[in-house]
């Protein structure tokens, strides 16, 4: 064969070199005769497109990484919004319990509360007629035999009641409990509607001293009895009336207020109530005993308990410290009577206490129908429940998904890593290897 020829063949003769880490596919023919500068630009070439496919599996990684973050955050949003759902459901499940009644002592009355029984309100007021020097027991005798005189009429036109006859609860033990809370004196305060009510209960002469022969004093003084002491009267108009919403669908016109949290969002363990709401009161006492137009519940027992927390036990009650801003009771006897004031001992005997009604005439007019309510609320928690547990998992799902994806990038990454450093030394003669 001639130079020529050989030159020729050589000419027609190919290579095929393949990029490092390159499939078939990825294969550059460089034509050696070309000289250096043809096979330089094969190489350039097969970079591009070795670039090119790793662009395009990052971008699909990271696209990858993106979705699997949006499921994420739309199952903790999802968790998010059945927790709160819960904890309306849970709200509605507590009010509807206090509306039934159904709260109950952990510990029944023991020896020491053998003076429990179960009266109405005849046995209440038998017990104040008893403290027949009180302001409370003259007032209630003037009622029950001089209540059609023309002066025991003028007072009754403002005086709303004593305390203790004011309202009803559904439980003996709780009737002690908040009884005792209150305390005597409390009990037997008189209530009136306004401030000329409270003038008319006690006059006083020029020299400022109480003229006994008018007012309350001159009305005992009329039976034969001598009104001694100090007593407690309390003005509605006076007292600074609960602003906000009440229970929904509650006749007894329940006060909606803020139930205590703890940090995930639920009721703390043994929380039953507010004591304000645990009250039942006459509808005539609902509303309109103010010029203002309010009722007791927002008036005087939101003013004598305010915002006073129930629980089922002291233990309870106690691991619950952080959210009581108030008082606290339980039904077991414990009390706390504001941050760090706590009764402690034996419980206190107040023999006036609220009326325990019996049988059906204890029961809300509405009873079966709150009852289905509650059962239907039930039901709805329940279902709430397993679509919350559903919806954990498939976000632990999500995530484990999210965090080998993580890895597989982290993975990529780092053999692209490796890659271009040996491009770099392959595309520069003069680098150090």
Same mark, same amino acid.
């Given at each position: 064969m001639s130079t020529s020829q050989t030159n020729n063949h050589n000419q027609d003769s190919v290579n095929a070199t393949a990029l490092p880490g390159q499939d078939s596919l990825a294969l550059v023919v460089v034509d050696q005769n070309e000289g250096p500068a043809n096979a330089n630009s094969g190489v350039l070439s097969g970079g591009v497109l070795q670039a090119d496919a790793l662009i395009s599996s990052s971008k699909r990684l990271q696209d990858d990484l993106q979705s699997l973050g949006l499921k994420i955050k739309q199952h903790e949003d999802n968790i998010k919004s059945l927790k709160a759902q819960k904890n309306?459901?849970? *709200?509605?499940?507590?009010d509807k319990q206090v509306i039934l009644g159904k709260y109950h002592s952990s510990a029944p009355p023991t020896a020491e509360d053998n003076s429990l029984s179960n009266g109405g309100d005849e046995e209440t007021t038998e017990q104040i007629l008893k403290r027949d020097q009180s302001a409370a027991g003259i007032w209630c005798q003037l %009622? $029950?035999?001089?209540?059609?005189?023309?002066?025991?009429?003028?007072?009754?036109?403002?005086?709303? +009641?004593?305390?203790?006859?004011? +309202?009803?609860?559904?439980?003996?033990?709780?009737? #002690?409990?908040?009884?005792?809370?209150? +305390?005597?004196?409390?009990?037997?305060?008189?209530?009136?509607?306004?401030?000329?009510?409270?003038?008319?209960?006690? /006059?006083?002469?020029?020299?400022?001293?109480?003229?006994?022969?008018?007012?309350?004093?001159?009305?005992?003084?009329?039976?034969?009895? /001598?009104? $001694?002491? =100090?007593?407690?009267?309390?003005?509605?108009?006076?007292?600074?009336?609960?602003?906000g919403d009440f229970v929904a669908d509650d006749s007894q016109r329940?006060?909606? &207020?803020?139930?205590? #949290? &703890?940090?995930?969002?639920?009721?703390?363990? +043994?929380f039953l109530g507010f004591a304000v709401n645990m009250v039942n009161i006459e509808t005539t006492n609902l509303i309109c005993l103010t010029p203002s137009g309010h009722g007791l519940r927002e008036t005087l027992f939101y003013h004598l308990f305010s915002r006073t927390q129930v629980y089922s036990t002291r233990a309870h009650m106690l691991c619950a410290r952080p959210l009581i801003s108030g008082g606290a009771i339980s039904l077991d006897g414990g009390i706390i009577r504001g941050p760090g004031m706590y009764s402690l001992g034996n419980r206190e005997d107040v023999d006036v206490r609220f009326a325990v009604p019996s049988g059906a005439s204890s029961r809300p007019a509405n009873y079966h129908e709150t009852e289905?309510?509650?059962?239907?609320?039930?039901?709805?928690?329940?279902?709430?429940?397993? *679509?919350?547990? =559903?919806?954990?998992?498939?976000?632990?799902?999500? %995530? &484990? $998904?999210?965090?080998?994806?993580?890895?597989?990038?982290?993975?990529?990454l780092a053999q692209s890593s490796s890659y271009a450093n040996q491009v770099h030394l392959g595309s520069n003669p003069m680098a150090p290897r």
């Open positions: 309306i459901l849970d *709200d509605s499940i507590l %009622k $029950n035999s001089h209540g059609t005189q023309a002066p025991v009429l003028a007072l009754s036109k403002d005086v709303v +009641g004593i305390v203790a006859t004011l +309202g009803k609860v559904d439980d003996e033990n709780l009737s #002690r409990l908040l009884s005792e809370y209150l +305390g005597a004196d409390t009990m037997l305060s008189i209530v009136c509607q306004t401030r000329q009510g409270l003038k008319a209960l006690e /006059t006083y002469n020029r020299e400022g001293g109480i003229d006994k022969s008018a007012g309350l004093h001159g009305l005992s003084s009329s039976i034969g009895r /001598t009104l $001694n002491g =100090r007593f407690l009267v309390i003005c509605l108009e006076d007292l600074r009336p609960y602003v329940r006060l909606d &207020l803020f139930k205590p #949290r &703890l940090p995930n969002g639920e009721c703390p363990p +043994g289905n309510q509650m059962k239907d609320l039930k039901w709805k928690r329940e279902k709430l429940l397993e *679509d919350l547990q =559903r919806e954990r998992q498939m976000l632990d799902h999500a %995530k &484990l $998904n999210f965090e080998r994806k993580k890895q597989e990038f982290v993975m990529f």
